[in-house]
């Protein structure tokens, strides 16, 4: 009965029927989106925080459609992962990141690529990475898988399967938007992970909040207790990446740094202290 009064309540609300239409057509243009070259990949660094030497990129989707101009990932993504575009998209985006790895600015750096939750069940991300890896002689420790908590919580023994057998193969895995899920602790200590990543809602606020303080130095003692390392996300001043920094933090990212680039902007002159 709720389902249907939620239903009705759509059909007649003028905004939930224009995000309805929003949805529909991200959905239609996702299908054409990678022959239509509409597609791409930016890359942001991950850096150390004394030195700000770039250790590694996420590499992140962007969308430019032709009917509906820039759509961000975190309205497209949701989308995609209902078809089996986002399959093939991710598929899109290791083929190109493959590319990119022989260029002088990424070469020897590690590239972190998302995963969603629901891809776990959709497809063998380790034996994909495996293929590809043979495939063009690259080095297992150059990819870094991410994986948010929710992952674990919808499907735990495909993901846990499929993060063993990239684990055996060198490929590193991080938990993505730490602290943000409903999981359990427990699978910290099951589970082949090599780093946490903490929410960027956590940093945002560190410098006003002393509750984000003791949120995020306690994941810092949690992690490298467990022997996990450390990445901040959304790092944008300097205060932030200082803290970060006195608390042990491994790795920083954000707009302090630099924000996600095309590869050919990608340069030296990119990260600043
Ligand atoms: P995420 O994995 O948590 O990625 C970090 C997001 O924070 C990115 O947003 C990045 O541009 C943004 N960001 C980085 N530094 C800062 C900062 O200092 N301040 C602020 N305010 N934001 C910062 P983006 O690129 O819009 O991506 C949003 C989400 O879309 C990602 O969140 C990820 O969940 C998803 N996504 C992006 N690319 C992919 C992909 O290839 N596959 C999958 N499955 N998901 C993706
Ligand atoms: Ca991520
Ligand atoms: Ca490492
Ligand atoms: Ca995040």
Redesign the pocket.
């Known amino acids: 009965a709720k389902e249907q009064g939620r239903g009705r309540y759509a059909f007649f609300d003028p905004q939930i029927n224009a995000r309805n239409q929003r949805i529909m057509k991200i959905k239609a243009g996702l299908g054409q989106a990678l022959v239509r070259d509409e597609i791409s990949?930016?890359y942001?660094p991950r850096v150390t925080p004394d030195t700000a030497v770039v250790v590694g990129y996420?590499?992140?989707?962007?969308w430019h459609s032709g009917e509906l101009g820039a759509v961000?990932?975190?309205e497209f993504?949701p989308v995609?992962?209902s078809t089996d575009a986002?399959d093939q998209?991710?598929d899109w985006?290791l083929r190109q990141v493959v590319r990119d790895l022989s260029s002088e600015v990424l070469s020897g750096k590690q590239i972190s690529?998302?995963?969603?939750p629901r891809?776990f069940q959709t497809g063998n991300w380790a034996e994909m990475l495996r293929t590809t890896i043979e495939q063009h002689h690259l080095l297992p420790e150059q990819f870094c898988i991410?994986v948010?908590e929710s992952a674990l919580v919808e499907d735990f023994n495909a993901t846990a399967h499929q993060l063993e057998e990239m684990q055996a193969l060198g490929v590193e895995v991080a938990i993505?938007?730490f602290g943000t899920g409903y999981s359990s602790l427990e699978y910290l200590k099951r589970l082949p992970i090599d780093y946490l990543?903490i929410?960027?809602s956590f940093?945002?606020d560190i410098e006003t909040d002393a509750d984000d303080r003791v949120i995020v130095e306690t994941i810092i003692v949690l992690a490298h207790s467990l022997g996990l390392q450390v990445v901040a996300?959304?790092?944008?001043t300097r205060a932030q990446a200082d803290f970060l920094q006195a608390r042990g933090c491994d790795e920083l990212?954000?707009?302090?740094f630099s924000?996600?680039r095309p590869l050919s902007e990608l340069g030296l002159q990119q990260v600043k202290m």
Do not use: F, M, W
């Open positions: 990949v930016v942001q996420e590499a992140l989707l962007r961000s990932p975190a993504i995609a992962e986002l998209i991710t985006l690529i998302n995963l969603s891809q991410e948010t993505d938007d990543k929410d960027r940093v945002r996300e959304g790092v944008e990212q954000g707009y302090l924000a996600p």
